[in-house]
Nanobody, 124 residues
Framework: QVQLVESGGGLVQAGGSLRLSCAASGRTFSNYVMGWFRQAPGKEREFVAAIDRSGGSTYYPDSVEGRFTISRDNAKNTVYLQMNSLTPEDTAVYYC?????????????????WGQGTQVTVSS
């Protein structure tokens, strides 16, 4: 089992920034690909970012490429999501997830463990 706890969400104005954190406990953190997903009201959960086990490679959809940065600190068992140039369309509950895989994925089913989520609200 891997337990994931997100933090850092909140209310921010459009154009602002937030940094989300996800602290992991349980099994060896560095054995897992980590991802961030989000779910806006009335919409399906969507992929936001992924990072490989070493932190050397990252993967983003076009919607956040250049604005969001995922990183990890394996010594601290933590993955981060730096979000810049936020827009109201980024408003959602953000979830971190862990995949017992060597390969990054945008597919939710690849991820075995999920956090409870943290709310991000961007006002216009």
């Amino acid at each position: 089992q891997v337990q994931l706890v997100e933090s850092g969400g909140g209310l921010v104005q459009a154009g602002g920034s937030l940094r989300l954190s996800c602290a992991a406990s349980g099994r060896t953190f560095s054995n897992y690909v980590m991802g961030w997903f989000r779910q806006a009201p009335g919409k399906e959960r969507e992929f936001v970012a992924a990072i490989d086990r070493s932190g050397g490679s990252t993967y983003y959809p076009d919607s956040v490429e250049g604005r969001f940065t995922i990183s990890r600190d394996n010594a601290k068992n933590t993955v981060y999501l730096q979000m810049n140039s936020l827009t109201p369309e980024d408003t959602a509950v953000y979830y971190c997830a862990a995949a017992p895989s060597r390969f990054m994925s945008a597919i939710q089913n690849a991820y075995t463990f999920w956090g409870q989520g943290t709310q991000v609200t961007v006002s216009s």
